[in-house]
């Protein structure tokens, strides 16, 4: 049985701030078969919940210094900025700790955990809906232990109530989803979660109940179908820590898993946007660098690099007046962003640009990168530490991107205020004003529609098509930018999330080395020193250990695996920029101290320490999202730090960690992006360090077609039968699996021409409810059509995806000959 009183539907998806694909692409998420029905959670308590006395409105939103005098709870203790945000909510919120998993046991209390992160809209949504509302407070205080969570201070935390709503979204709809605000009910005893939504509405309604609704059916499961609760909770924590665990099972790695994921990722390539997929559209540095290590020989995949590149920096993703870019856009051209700016994202995509200009010394390319780099400097830079700092909100004064939008009167305005009245007819054709308004505020449907700023074409493009030089476009963006920056500054900000996190730290440095090292320019190579010295030197605790976050002087959390690797690669950045050994030893010293905290007797990395009670999973994710993986990470700087010091047990490690966890990326290369780039440099660098066939397990799926001849009838039709016989433990997927992340079943004809065929696949059988899969044998009758005289030699190509219960492995393909034995003609 699975209980639920809300699935997550379209609208709440669109809602909910959907997560990263990529975490999800990575993850082989299944629900186990004995889950054969869905049900409603206690559909008689749930009922009982629509007539209680709520009210059918949100309460008037307090004043902030109503709020401050009239209620405090335990997270004004606390440093992060998001938990601060919650100080003051009539919620009695306690941090993630034992002190609250404690209270919860004793008093016999589920757990509500509610994770954010500052500068996600729909979690400042649903706090103002909900957790600011007096009588919904009242309800959530008296039925749960509350506790509220920053996924940024506490990633593994949120990785595995992420995956946990995926897992239960799959249950639930037939299809993994997520988002934050995440909202999850606990087992206080075990922690694993029982019930798993996102964003919940104040006010039920077209079949959708209200978050006081699902908190009151939540709360009485609990007290009356407690075996229940406990048993769904078990099943779904089962899943969660497969879908976390690394496979058991060694697999080859070689050019196949290099080649299968440049080709996938060529495949999904959006041709007329750039990027990859629709909307909403990420940028995904990941997959780029990808296609740039695997790719690197192949023009076609340079230029869909080059092309993507150039895309976002012409959208309204790119900031064109202040620099950096936006979290992501809402379409598929780049055009409207969601406006918050993440120093994850502009560290990863500053190296990337950083990477086209060295290689193809594109002068847009450049211009992003300086931009970018400057803006952080300005923007997102503790002056005190040199640390950089977090984010940037989305929304100012409750309004998405309000301070970014523009109408061309204002544009007008200011720069004929600034002496530059004779640039206003070029500007507004250089940023797309004079093609009409392209914003509407969809929360806000009142306000008149604006302009986000965009390059309809490139610069040296509009250079060409207004009777210009390069020089003259390049000096007109000069000229307007810094009044049109100076006005915009004068508006009220988005709000800032200053604390410094010493992962993302990480990714800067990189960016800033990698910047100041193409560019030529001391002041991003200053940058990154300031920063890794920062940390190094102040960001650590007691043992010696980093320290995940920093925020007013005052450090918190220990750092997890993502930190000591983003930061070891930066540092490894600076010494390449700089030639200044005392980066190496740092990074060296970085990775010997997340061996001593990371490494598995088993010969591989996890994600978290051994001693962390309050997790009841220890994840081994090679998954690359919005950050990369922290394993995929330290798989490419264990090669760099062995070629700069020459020392061999870097290379031991990580041959260790290849051989243990290759069956779990092997079989989908793309998901995990950065370990499939370490394959790809081991290839080049150290081919006999990956594990090869001899220490692996086969598939043991063979295939054989019969008759091996085509005896075409008089109206020129045969048929084959192809069979693949599967060992006990496998299964195949079949030709429509249900989850388009997965291979399926595949027959084509090559070799021959005036023969068309047409395979009839099998329905498969329904595997852990979601995925068509096919066990112990198959057999596909193939119908060949002869549509002309047959010349070659007519062959079946068959690919098939063999997968256990743990783990998926790379596609195999089998060659089948036909040989034909009448006249062809």
């Known amino acids: 049985m699975v209980f639920g009183v809300y699935s997550l539907n379209a609208d709440q998806r669109r809602m909910g701030r959907m997560i990263n694909e990529t975490r999800i692409f990575n993850k082989r998420i299944s629900v186990p078969a004995s889950v054969s029905s869905i049900v409603l959670i206690c559909s008689a308590a749930f009922g009982s919940t629509r007539s209680a006395a709520l009210p059918e409105k949100a309460q008037p939103k307090m004043t902030q210094q109503e709020a401050e005098h009239r209620h405090t709870n335990r997270l004004s203790r606390e440093t992060s900025p998001y938990l601060l945000q919650h100080a003051h909510n ?62 940024e201070q506490r990633p593994d935390v949120d990785e595995i109530y992420m995956t946990s709503c995926q897992v239960f979204t799959r249950m639930t709809t037939g299809r993994a989803s997520g988002g934050w605000p995440l909202s999850v009910f606990i087992d206080p005893f075990s922690l694993k979660p029982y019930f798993v939504g996102t964003y919940f509405p104040p006010v039920g309604g077209q079949g959708r109940p209200s978050f006081v609704e699902v908190c009151e059916a939540m709360s009485m499961a609990w007290k009356t179908q407690h075996d229940a609760v406990v048993e769904q909770a078990d099943r779904i924590a089962s899943i969660v820590s497969d879908t976390l665990a690394a496979g058991e099972v060694s697999r080859a790695l070689g050019a196949t898993q290099v080649t299968l994921a440049v080709d996938r990722l060529m495949g999904s390539h959006d041709r007329e946007n750039g990027g990859f997929g629709g909307a909403p559209k990420f940028p995904q540095p990941v997959f780029l660098e990808l296609l740039l290590e695997g790719g690197a020989d192949k023009q076609a995949v340079q230029d869909v690099v080059a092309f993507t590149l150039d895309r976002m920096a012409m959208g309204g993703m790119y900031d064109q007046v202040g620099g950096g870019f936006h979290r992501y856009s809402t379409d598929a051209r780049w055009l409207v962003p969601h406006f918050e700016k993440m120093l994850y994202d502009n560290g990863q995509l500053a190296s990337l640009y950083a990477d086209s200009f060295q290689r193809t010394g594109d002068a847009f390319h450049a211009k992003v990168l300086r931009e970018t780099l400057d803006y952080v400097l300005l923007e997102m830079t503790d002056e005190a530490t040199g640390g950089f700092y977090s984010a940037q909100d989305a929304e100012v004064n409750t309004h998405e991107g309000e301070n970014y939008l523009w109408t061309a009167d204002q544009v007008r305005v200011v720069l004929d205020e600034a002496g530059l009245a004779s640039d206003v007819p070029m500007t507004l054709k250089l940023f797309g004003l004079d093609l009409g308004t392209n914003f509407q505020d969809p929360h806000h449907r009142e306000l008149p529609p604006n302009n986000v700023l965009f390059l309809p074409v490139r610069p040296d493009v509009f250079a060409r098509e207004n009777g210009m030089n390069d020089d003259e476009v390049n000096a007109l963006i000069q000229r307007i930018t810094p009044p049109l920056h100076a006005a915009r500054m004068k508006r009220d900000q988005p709000g800032l999330d200053d604390k410094i996190i010493t992962g993302w730290n990480g990714l800067m440095i990189r960016g800033m080395a990698d910047g100041g090292r193409v560019l030529g320019d001391d002041r991003y190579l200053d940058a990154a020193r300031r920063s890794a010295r920062y940390i190094l030197e102040s960001m650590r605790d007691e043992s010696g250990g980093l320290m995940r976050t920093s925020r007013n002087g005052q450090v918190a959390i220990p750092a997890f695996l993502e930190d000591y690797a983003f930061l070891a690669r930066g540092l490894v950045a600076l010494y390449d920029a700089t030639g200044e050994e005392e980066w190496l030893t740092a990074a060296g010293e970085v990775v010997e101290a997340a061996r001593a905290r990371f490494w598995g007797d088993d010969g591989a990395w996890f994600d978290t320490e051994a001693n962390q009670g309050d997790l009841f999973v220890r994840s081994r994710n090679l998954g690359d999202g919005a950050v990369p993986s922290g394993i995929g990470t330290m798989l490419l700087v264990l090669p760099q730090m062995a070629e700069r010091t020459g020392e061999t047990w870097y290379l031991d490690d990580f041959q260790s960690a290849m051989a243990r966890l290759s069956g779990s990326f092997a079989g989908n290369p793309v998901g995990s992006s950065y370990a499939t780039m370490a394959v790809s440099r081991a290839l080049a660098e150290n081919p006999d360090r990956l594990p090869s066939d001899g220490s692996t397990t086969p598939d043991r799926v063979v295939a054989t077609v019969e008759p091996g001849e085509l005896r075409f009838d008089d109206s020129g039709r045969a048929e084959v039968v192809v069979s693949l016989a599967i060992s006990d433990g496998f299964h195949v997927n079949a030709h429509e699996p249900g989850d388009q992340t997965l291979i399926g079943l595949a027959i084509k004809l090559e070799g021959a021409s005036g023969i068309s065929i047409e395979p009839e696949y099998p329905e498969g059988d329904l595997y852990r409810e979601a995925i068509r899969v096919h066990a112990r044998e198959v057999r596909i009758p193939v119908v060949l059509q002869r549509t002309g005289v047959v010349t070659g030699d007519p062959t079946l190509v068959v690919t098939w995806q063999a997968c256990t219960d743990q783990v998926c492995h790379a596609p195999a393909t089998a060659r089948l000959a036909l040989v034909q034995r009448m006249q062809t003609k």
């Open 90 to 151: 009539p919620v009695d919120w306690h941090p993630w700790g034992p002190e609250a998993i404690e209270l919860a046991r004793r008093e016999n209390r589920p757990i509500f955990l509610s994770i954010g992160y500052s500068t996600c809209y729909w979690c400042h949504v649903m706090e103002r809906e909900s957790f600011e509302n007096e009588a919904t407070a009242q309800v959530m205080n008296r039925d749960f232990v509350c506790i509220k969570v920053d996924r």
